[in-house]
Each structure stands twice: as structure tokens, then as C-alpha cells.
């Protein structure tokens, strides 16, 4: 039987496959299972035999010390940590030396960044031939952060960003920027028909197959998802988001943000401004339902509307309560809200990218019509937008958790209110209007949100 090996709850061990000299650990035999500090985690590897890349910089005092790593994944798994936060990491084995104890360990990946030990030694790795002294420290030889000096490190070769834009249309104004907005920054993408995505839903080696092939790993997608893809589209982002990418939007908001009612509920609980709004679906009291949106006329519209086609507006009590009357027979979801007339047939949309407004323009309707959609003859002009307009603007997006939005205003007698925010605002209007170049901001915001490991701080 081997000797028992005796360890303080404090320890250094080095970690050969990784090429890691020397980690400060935490011995703790409360936790089950180790974990490895580790940031900008990108997986790659042949299907079946995923692999992970990550970064770590083992001493805590000395943060320009980086290391880039790899392993193989054994696994992914939930990991609750010591603060009750539950996180699915990978899994990695590897070799680890403790005195001249060499065994294989297997440790979960995460950011320990504030934590004052990049190691946490659990059960697993410890193992039956050790005993855990809690009173003492460091009993095995110590090691030093200074063996780092003598490493060759190579400076990873830059590399552009690998970027998948999912569209089923490749081919309008909004893909065709973005694609060339990207391209022309240097990097790489390709465009994804979200429909014809299928996929291997697994933990630890999740699969987007496409046309019978594998796709690639990507640093991050663009999701462009069109509202009859809505909830297909989202399950391929959440896959792609299991993969490692980082998406401009996360598919939850997009969810928020498709979801009418939802999004109203939010909104409105974040304390922004809407028109006064009443929700139903097949309402018995017609008249109570048209008198909760007040005593003015009211719009009425469909929640399946797009482009207006659902949106009318019933200048009477009695219109509006034949209306509802008529929208009760369709089965559908739909709502009345009052009519805000001083916007005299015009709105505000509001493009938001990464917490700010960069391009802003007014769309009004033509004559005789409330709806000012550019679809039906609207008209679009730039516009400045006062302080007001763009801070609900920017709450708006960021309460629905949007990177992009194109958040639609009205001009009310009150100040601004949201008619609606669009997680998939198109480019053409608002380049057209305001001569902004808005794929390239996209682009720029990716560039400062995903860093990948070949990149320098
Ligand atoms: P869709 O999502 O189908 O475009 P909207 O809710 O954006 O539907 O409505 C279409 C247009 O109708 C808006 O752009 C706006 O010009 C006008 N509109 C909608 N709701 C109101 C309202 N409550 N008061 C005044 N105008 C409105």
C-alpha cells in the first residue's frame, strides 16, 4: 500500500500536463470536487473528442502572468460553489503533483479571479492516501511563482473572430451589411439559415449539424431570428451558446423581448413609460376591457402583428368594443391601449448597441394614417433625441437584457413612452436615415465583448 501523504489546507501543487510549475491550492475537504481558476474558456476538438483552451494567471499578484492551457473535457457538469451559485463547468483530467505524489485529477474550470487561491483541492483530488492536518499549512516542499520565469512562452498568433450570423436571408440589406461590416474588419463569418441548423444535445459535447456537416466553433453569433423562427431559433442559439459563443443578444431576451405581454410586464415593473395598455385574450366584459385603456380612443393589435398588419384604431367606445367583440372570435392574444394622438401619426426609433444610442430616427406616417411603419409609405428622417428619449431608450434595452434593440418611442404630451423594443431591428431604414454606419458599430461591440485567447490585453 502506498504511504500516506500528509497535507496542510494549504498546498502548492504543480500541474505538468497544463504546463503549471507551481498553483497555490486550497486543501478543503468540505468540497467534493476541485476547481482551477480559468478565464476566456474556448472549447474546440473533433466531434466526440472535445478539447478546451483557456487562459489562467496562477499568481495572484502578478496579473500580466498568463498562461494558456488545454485539456481534454471529461465532462460538463453543474457546480454549486461555496456562495450558492450553481454553474455548468467543464470538466478536464490532468496530472497533478503534490511533494513527488503524481496522480490524475479531474477539476472543474472557473474564474477564480477573486479568489485568493487560483486552486481549490476537493475530495476527489485529494484522495484515500491523504490526510488533511486542517491546523497546519504547506507540509509538502513549497514551490514558487518565480519557476514561471524560466517558462518559453510563445505569443499566441492573433487571430481574427469567428463570427456566425443566423439568418434565413442572407441575402437583405441587414445581412449583407453585417457581413460585409465584419469582413471588412478582418474577420471571419459565415452566415447560418437557423432552419436548417438540427442538433446533438449533450453536455459535454454539444453539436450543431448543418447540411450534414459539423459546425465549427464560433467566438460569437449574431442572431437575426426571424418572428416565425422565434422559439426553433432560440433552442440553436442556447446550443450555440453551449458551445462556447457569445451571443450579441442572449437568447432569453430575445424570448423577453418576442413575448408582448412579457416584455410590457417588464418594462413597466423597471418604472418605464408605456401608453396605458390592457392585455386579454377571449374577455367576457368587452366593456370593462375598452374602458381599462381610458376614455379616449384606443389602438387595438393583434399580439401576432408585425408591420402594423394587426394594428387598428377605434375612434369610439363602440367601435372599439366591435372590435373586440371581433377579436374574441380568432382565438388570438391581442390588446387595447390608449391612443396617443399628439404623436400625429409618427413615432421614434431608437437604435441601441451595447448600453448606447448610436443612430435615432423619426418615422412619420403618411396622410390619413396613424401607423407609421416604413413598410406602409412612412417617411424617415434623422432626429437628436432629447435626454429624456434617450434614457428610457437605453433603460429599455437593457431591462429586456439587449445588446442591440431598436426601441420604438412615441411622443407623448408626458414625455416619451415605449411602443415596443425589436431584437432584431433591421439596418436599412435607420443607415438610410441617418447615414450612421450601424453594422460597423455591431461589429466593434463584438470586438470589445469577445476576447479570445490570442488576442493581447
Ligand atoms: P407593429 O409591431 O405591428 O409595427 P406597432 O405597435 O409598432 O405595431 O404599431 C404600428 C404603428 O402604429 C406605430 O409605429 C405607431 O406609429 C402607431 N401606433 C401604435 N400604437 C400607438 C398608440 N398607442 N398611439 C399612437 N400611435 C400608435
Redesign the pocket.
Known sequence: MADTVELGWEEWVALPDLGLPAVKAKVDTGAKTSALHAELIEPFGKPGAPQVRFLIRPDPDRPNLEVVCKAPVVDRRDVTSSNGQTELRYVIATSMLIGNVQRTIEVTLTNRETMSYRMLLGRGAIGDNAVVLPGRSFIQPKLDYSLYDTLKTKAPAERPLRLALLTREPDNYSSKRLMEAARDRGHVIDPINTSRCYMKIEARAPEIHYDGKTLPFYDAVIPRIGASMTNYGMAVLRQFEAMGAWCLNPPAAIGASRDKLLAHQLLSQAGIAM?V?AFAHSPKDTKDLVRLAGDGP??L?LLE???????V?AETKKAAESLVDAFRGLDANFLV?????E?A???VRCLVIGGKVVAAMK?Q?PDGE????LH?G?KAQAIKLTPAEKKIAVTAAKRLGLNIAGV?L?QSKAGPVV??V?SSPGLEGIETATGKDVAGKVVRLLEARVRTLSQKR
Request: net charge positive.
Open positions: 401608453p395598455t384606443v389602438v393589435k402583428s408585425t408591420q402594423g398588419r394587426g394594428v384604431l391601449q390608449q391612443f396617443v394622438k404623436a401619426g409618427a413615432d418615422r406616417a396613424f401607423r407609421s411603419n406602409r412612412g420604438d412615441l411602443l415596443e425589436n
